[in-house]
């Protein structure tokens, strides 16, 4: 069904991504299409051969995304993959060979310096700056790809995405934008110039915190034929169960973004008031460093605040003491979790620093829940 039609409203158009033109007695949403081969007489045309290279969950998937992160916008072309990190490799690995050089954030997601490694292990040059005051224009020269994280996870800096974009692209380099954060209801990178738009489906896109999921959206040309035959060669496809369930899972998505984001500002301005708590986040806060900056290129500012308690021992007394919070990584469910952050190593942040992502309880009860472990992990 053309569902650009339906408008601007995000909730309608949630709920109708993707779906196919109606048929009697068939489901709205088809069920998940478990193949891996499908019957073949005759010379091999597409489009459903094998199962590594197409399935019909994902292509009903991937247009609903792709109705997201580019409405009405007919030569995108969307890839699912089997996680985010499965979408991030498909783009760096396939548009980067050895001698080019690509522009990291240094603050970005975890398992990116792993990938840097990798590329440099290629014969790549990474070159990294940090995400907040724009940095990575001062690295363009001569680069090949500039990989964009905003906000950045976890320190939610943001940068401006379309000033960055055009200065890469005057100086001939691609640009591959981390959605993940915001989802394509919070920002549309693709608009904002980026060549890619990339994310980890597993955070609030699905929202619940059972699967893994990941994609890749472009304009149709060869930068997306390499991405999609990376993922050909690589095999880094999602099953069509996890497919199925998180297209079924979009159609919430507006009602779960703007009940986790609104709780999430409120839970920002409650925590603002805090003597003990510093280094407060959110990029929806007026106050914020990154305010200025969402709000130009932002719809929603998603669900994740951070913050810094003293200590380590204060941190994890305070998430003990949580009750609706689970000590949990990841982000984006409806049910809120925290982490004090650095007990992975590897993100430059505070011992006492803490990411909760926001999930959808009764906002009074969230926050009521938040204060009282403050209180009771002080001292
Ligand atoms: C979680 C995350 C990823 C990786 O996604 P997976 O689905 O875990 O592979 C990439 N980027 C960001 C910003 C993330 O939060």
Known sequence: MSDSTAGDRDGTRVVRAGLPEPVKHEPTLPGPVFAAHFHLPGDPTGPYAYGRDENPTWTLLERAIGELEAPGQGDVETLAFGSGMAAISSVLFSQLRAGDAVVLPDDGYQALPLAGQQLEAYGIEVRTAPTGGDAQLELLEGARLLWIESPCNPGLDVCDIRRLAEAAHARGALVAVDNTLATPLGQ?????????????????????????????????????????????????????????LAHRSIATLQLRADRQNATALALAEA???????????????????????????????????????ATRARADRFLDALRLVDDATSFGGVRSTAERRGRWGGDAVPEGFIRMSVGAEDPEDLVADVMRALDESAG
């Not at 959206?217 to 991405?227: D, K, L, P, T």
């Not at 986040?281 to 460093?289: E, H, T």
């Open 271 to 309: 925590l603002s008031t805090r003597e003990d708590v510093t280094g407060l986040r959110y990029p929806g806060l007026p106050g914020d460093p990154s305010h200025k900056v969402a709000a130009r290129q932002m719809r929603r500012f998603g669900c994740v605040v951070s913050f810094t308690l």
């Open 188 to 244: 549309r990178p693709l608009e904002l110039g980026a060549d890619f738009a990339v994310a980890s489906g597993t955070k609030q896109l699905t929202g619940h915190g059972d699967i893994l999921l990941g994609y890749v959206a472009g304009r149709e040309g060869e930068a997306m034929a390499a991405v999609r035959r990376w993922r050909k060669i690589v095999g880094a496809i999602p099953g069509p169960m996890e497919a199925w």
